[in-house]
Nanobody, 121 residues
Framework: QVQLVESGGGLVQAGGSLRLSCAAS????????MGWFRQAPGKEREIVAA????????YYADSVKGRFTISRDNAKNMVYLQMNSLKPEDTAVYYC??????????????WGQGTRVTVSS
């Protein structure tokens, strides 16, 4: 089975930056599409960013466009989410997953614990 482990969250002031990390372990097929999601208190989980490295396609939610960047480190088998100019509305638990498509796809594996991001004014 696949284990998804997110890290890098914390408390930051508005305007600050954080970089989230995602590690996937276990037996799985080679993944070309990865996504980042978040769930704020009382809200439904939403997709934040996704990327297909094979086709070079990237998706960002309008709310984070221009501020967040999804990337990967092939040597370490890690996926990252660089978050700049953070706003209080970015406060949420952030999750990663393997995706079937950049837009309109599905998540393939069970959700991990996520990492909590809190942005204060």
């Amino acid at each position: 089975q696949v284990q998804l482990v997110e890290s890098g969250g914390g408390l930051v002031q508005a305007g600050g930056s954080l970089r989230l990390s995602c590690a996937a372990s276990g037996r799985t097929f080679r993944s070309y599409v990865m996504g980042w999601f978040r769930q704020a208190p009382g809200k439904e989980r939403e997709i934040v960013a996704a990327k297909n490295w094979n086709e070079g396609r990237t998706y960002y939610a309008d709310s984070v466009k221009g501020r967040f960047t999804i990337s990967r480190d092939n040597a370490k088998n890690m996926v990252y989410l660089q978050m700049n100019s953070l706003k209080p509305e970015d406060t949420a638990v952030y999750y990663c997953n393997v995706q079937t498509a950049v837009l309109g796809g599905s998540s393939l594996y069970d959700w991990g614990q996520g990492t909590r991001v809190t942005v204060s004014s």
